[in-house]
């Protein structure tokens, strides 16, 4: 038996297919399963007479792989990576290399780097986006981890990995450690930002306009030829086209309640402890949360009032409004993802290649899109850019979408249409551009009834001041506020 090129651990949908792809681009791959029945039936069926060897211990796995040894870890995010690299570790040699593809958080994915390397080993902790058919036929892969590793694993991920039109692949080094894993997690808390934004132009669509779901299903076609070309765009176009047995509609019959695995929640947890204000896609992890208050959303329909959606005005002018101000909450989620990505580097010490990023999200991935093009572009002309939105291509993009984008969202808040992430994205937008926003009083007050002291305008950066604002406290300041 020759011996393997990889050996891959956890035969879900994702490792399948993952396997599939590594033998379809010339490799041999040794595959295991906790349950070996899944190793059998996976030989014996979609693996069958294939470069694909099965087995039912991790140590024969282990022995039949080329040095130095790959072996890829698709198993439950958590304790079950803990547990399955301390079953890998007894078998291995110094030099080989450990790869986490699932969900991992990034913290444990620096931690398990960390403690490989101690042990002689190399770790990558990998982002591995598309779902089951980007497993398939072409995910985007963002690896990151011990950088010696990556020469051993770069021919094969580079040649499963999605390409773009040009043939360069959708994956390529990310940074140390964790990075790989931090990188896509905020690719999926962007993905949440998206198929929010989606769903609330579809709300309006619906609710206000009256449009039906045939309706929509064109719009969205028309949507998708143009700027918001993107897999989510195309999707919700065929869904809206979608019919149930009956000839009915699909989406009208499915209840209005989302899941959530936790990655955006992690994507929102680490801007907080950052201090980066990533709001939209805040926004979009609450809106998952308040849709599963169904039973108490129900009760308070039945008390709680508001305006009846009635529009008047042009209906195809404001179809075209809505796509300008998705267009525009689109930028601005991109443009917060981006300033937390450079905020983590400086944080953990990693050199992230942002024009990179977006050329690894440009395919493969569930939010590859023509837009992310534009964000490579954006980076490859200036690298240093601390904001998309100051970009001049993106800039003349959001100005020409600015009144579309008011109007819609003015809109469909006097109509009491629920739009949490487009209104968040024009608050954000707002807030950016305005050089004095009103802190100063909200300074003021921290520094009247808890002495945190204040900045002055008329005074250098970094000098801190205290005022007895009642004449009854002292001098006594408590400390400097955090910036």
């Not at 900045?455 to 007895?468: A, M, Q």
Request: hydrophobic letters at 40%; glycine letters at 10%.
């Amino acid at each position: 038996m020759s011996k393997a090129d990889i050996g891959l651990v956890g035969l879900a949908v994702m490792g399948e297919n993952l396997v599939l792809n590594m033998e379809s681009h010339g490799y041999t791959v040794a595959v295991y399963n906790r349950t070996v029945e899944k190793v059998d039936n996976f030989i014996n069926g979609r693996a069958k007479d294939k470069n694909i060897i099965g087995f039912h211990t991790i140590e024969e796995m282990i022995k039949k792989l080329k040095r130095p040894r790959k072996v890829m870890l698709m198993v439950k995010a958590g304790k079950p990576v803990d547990d399955f690299i301390e079953k890998v570790i007894p078998f291995l040699e110094e030099g080989d290399i450990i790869i986490d593809g699932g969900n991992s958080h990034f913290p444990d994915s620096i931690r398990r780097t960390k403690y490989l390397e101690e042990k002689g080993f190399l770790f990558i902790g990998t982002g591995v986006s598309g779902g089951e058919e980007g497993a398939l036929k072409g995910p985007s892969i963002m690896p990151g981890g011990s950088p010696e590793a990556w020469e051993h694993v770069k021919p094969i991920f580079q040649s499963i990995a999605a390409k773009v039109e040009d043939g360069t692949p959708c994956c390529d080094w990310v940074g140390e450690n964790g990075a790989g894993h931090f990188v896509k997690m905020v690719h999926n808390g962007i993905e949440y930002g998206d198929m929010q934004l989606i769903t609330e132009a579809y709300q309006i669509m619906k609710d206000l306009l009256g449009m039906s779901a045939n309706d929509m299903h064109e719009v969205f076609k028309e949507w998708n030829e143009g700027d918001l070309d993107s897999y989510l765009i195309e999707i919700t176009r065929d869904i809206l086209a979608f019919k149930d047995e009956d000839g009915q509609p699909l989406v009208d019959k499915i209840l209005d309640t989302a899941g959530q695995k936790g990655t955006g929640k992690w994507t929102g947890i680490v801007s907080l402890e950052l201090g980066i204000p990533l709001t939209l896609i805040g926004e979009a992890v609450y809106a998952r949360c308040l849709s599963a208050m169904k039973n108490d959303r129900v009760e308070a329909s039945r008390i709680l009032k508001g305006p009846k959606p009635e529009f008047k005005g042009d209906k195809k002018q404001f179809i075209n409004d809505i796509k300008n101000a998705l267009y525009a909450s689109k930028l601005v989620s991109y443009a917060q993802g981006y300033v937390l990505m450079r905020y983590a580097a400086e944080e953990f010490n990693w050199n992230l290649n942002y024009g990179g990023i977006a050329l690894m999200w440009r395919g493969g991935c569930i939010i590859r899109s023509v837009f992310l093009g534009k964000i490579k572009e954006a980076f490859d002309k200036n690298p240093a850019l601390t904001n998309l939105l100051l970009d001049p291509f993106f800039k003349g993009k959001i100005e020409s979408a600015q009144e579309s984008w008011r109007r819609v969202v003015a809109t469909s808040v006097s109509s009491g249409i629920w739009i949490p992430a487009m209104s968040t994205a024009l608050n954000y937008f707002d807030g950016y551009r305005n050089e004095r926003l009103p802190a100063n009083l909200l300074q003021a007050q921290r520094d009247y009834f808890g002495a945190h002291m204040y900045e002055r305008i008329d005074k250098p950066r970094g000098e801190f001041f205290h005022t007895n604002w009642t004449g009854r406290g002292g001098d006594t300041a408590s400390s400097t506020y955090i910036v």
